[in-house]
């Protein structure tokens, strides 16, 4: 693999966009890799379920549309030309139980919408997210709803760049308990060899009433084959209204299985630097992911163990299922 795609792929592993690479997840069922039992299993289940694709299409259509109209607005004609065809809203919506130790009730739905613009000729996106911590993104409700990180509150956000390829972007927006918020970005890669490479980011903002803040990122990705790929991920939180840090570290085996299943086992800590620096939690975990049914449905089994200082560092054992749809114009 050359160092290129060692890049993309990294990035591709924490970036916005629902995008599905063939080495850690699996792929459509309708590209030439999938064999013709896949295939012949694909078109029994279009008669079956074909309510469904019908509701996806549909979804996605719906959601187009409005884009559209939204994109109009800033044209300086009436005419729908051919850019305002390209106007797309993609996205994903997960829908989750997670019943672990004397929390048997525990749910979770997460979305994430990302709006193109091509009469902004693709600068400027409209952003809408659950959780405004992109880096958490397949976190358990439990180890990412305390009280060390309060970012799990819905945002929206219009997000503004240079370039399309920029490494810099902007934001502003709303989010975490009703403020509003500006905030700078860099992102960037670098290959060290082709099977070696690091992804770093930093960033800034401000929030009305939490103030400024500040996260520094970088994660080290090694790939042993085609099928394995093991990443290590270290992130640090600057919270100007506590004026402490919040840490975290985890390490993460990447294997794909075939065209349709794979696991990721994750282990994580996290913890703050005030009073001093301490542990507030520790989670480890092994996910099931698979898209046998269609290439924009996903179904996910994740069994973990999850330690908390809130709960003096009992041993929770749980189990997390998900149901995850994807829609946009490349689904």
Same mark, same amino acid.
């Given at each position: 693999?050359?160092?290129?795609?060692?890049?993309?792929?990294?990035?591709?592993?924490?970036?916005?966009?629902?995008?599905?690479?063939?080495?850690?997840?699996?792929?459509?069922?309708?590209?030439?890799?999938?064999?013709?039992?896949?295939?012949?299993?694909?078109?029994?289940?279009?008669?079956?379920?074909?309510?469904?694709?019908?509701?996806?299409?549909?979804?996605?259509?719906?959601?187009?549309?409005?884009?559209?109209?939204?994109? &109009?607005?800033?044209?300086?004609?009436?005419?729908?030309?051919?850019?305002?065809?390209?106007?797309?809203?993609?996205?994903?919506?997960?829908?989750?139980?997670?019943?672990?130790?004397?929390?048997?009730?525990?749910?979770?739905?997460?979305?994430?919408?990302?709006?193109?613009?091509?009469?902004?000729?693709?600068?400027?996106?409209?952003?809408?997210?659950?959780?405004?911590?992109?880096?958490?993104?397949?976190?358990?409700?439990?180890?990412?709803?305390?009280?060390?990180?309060?970012?799990?509150?819905?945002?929206?956000?219009?997000?503004?760049?240079?370039?399309?390829?920029?490494?810099?972007?902007?934001?502003?927006?709303?989010?975490?308990?009703?403020?509003?918020?500006?905030?700078?970005?860099?992102?960037?890669?670098?290959?060290?060899?082709?099977?070696?490479?690091?992804?770093?980011?930093?960033?800034?903002?401000?929030?009305?009433?939490?103030?400024?803040?500040?996260?520094?990122?970088?994660?080290?990705?090694?790939?042993?084959?085609?099928?394995?790929?093991?990443?290590?991920?270290?992130?640090?939180?600057?919270?100007?209204?506590?004026?402490?840090?919040?840490?975290?570290?985890?390490?993460?085996?990447?294997?794909?299985?075939?065209?349709?299943?794979?696991?990721?086992?994750?282990?994580?800590?996290?913890?703050? &630097?005030?009073?001093?620096?301490?542990?507030?939690?520790?989670?480890?975990?092994?996910?099931?992911?698979?898209?046998?049914?269609?290439?924009?449905?996903?179904?996910?089994?994740?069994?973990?163990?999850?330690?908390?200082?809130?709960?003096?560092?009992?041993?929770?054992?749980?189990?997390?299922?998900?149901?995850?749809?994807?829609?946009?114009?490349?689904?």
């Amino acid at each position: 693999m050359s160092c290129i795609s060692t890049i993309c792929y990294a990035v591709m592993l924490i970036s916005l966009e629902p995008q599905i690479d063939t080495r850690t997840l699996p792929v459509n069922t309708n590209t030439a890799v999938t064999s013709l039992k896949a295939e012949k299993t694909s078109s029994s289940l279009n008669q079956h379920n074909e309510w469904f694709d019908v509701w996806q299409r549909s979804f996605t259509d719906s959601m187009d549309f409005t884009v559209r109209q939204l994109d &109009s607005l800033f044209r300086s004609d009436d005419a729908h030309s051919y850019n305002n065809e390209k106007a797309r809203a993609e996205g994903r919506i997960q829908f989750a139980w997670e019943p672990r130790d004397g929390m048997l009730t525990d749910t979770d739905v997460r979305f994430r919408i990302r709006v193109k613009l091509p009469a902004l000729e693709d600068k400027v996106d409209l952003l809408l997210s659950d959780n405004e911590d992109e880096t958490q993104d397949n976190t358990i409700r439990a180890a990412r709803n305390t009280d060390n990180n309060d970012r799990d509150q819905a945002t929206i956000a219009l997000r503004f760049r240079p370039e399309q390829d920029s490494h810099y972007s902007f934001r502003v927006g709303a989010g975490r308990r009703d403020q509003l918020y500006v905030r700078g970005r860099y992102r960037d890669a670098t290959a060290f060899t082709d099977k070696l490479s690091a992804l770093y980011d930093s960033e800034l903002y401000y929030y009305s009433r939490d103030r400024l803040g500040a996260e520094v990122g970088l994660a080290i990705q090694y790939d042993i084959d085609r099928k394995h790929l093991i990443r290590q991920n270290n992130r640090l939180y600057f919270r100007d209204d506590t004026n402490d840090w919040l840490w975290r570290h985890e390490i993460n085996h990447l294997y794909a299985i075939d065209d349709q299943n794979a696991i990721v086992s994750r282990a994580m800590v996290e913890g703050l &630097s005030r009073p001093n620096y301490r542990i507030e939690e520790v989670y480890a975990g092994i996910r099931w992911r698979n898209n046998t049914l269609r290439d924009w449905l996903f179904f996910e089994v994740e069994p973990f163990v999850l330690w908390l200082r809130d709960e003096d560092f009992n041993t929770s054992f749980g189990i997390a299922m998900r149901v995850e749809v994807y829609y946009g114009h490349n689904r």
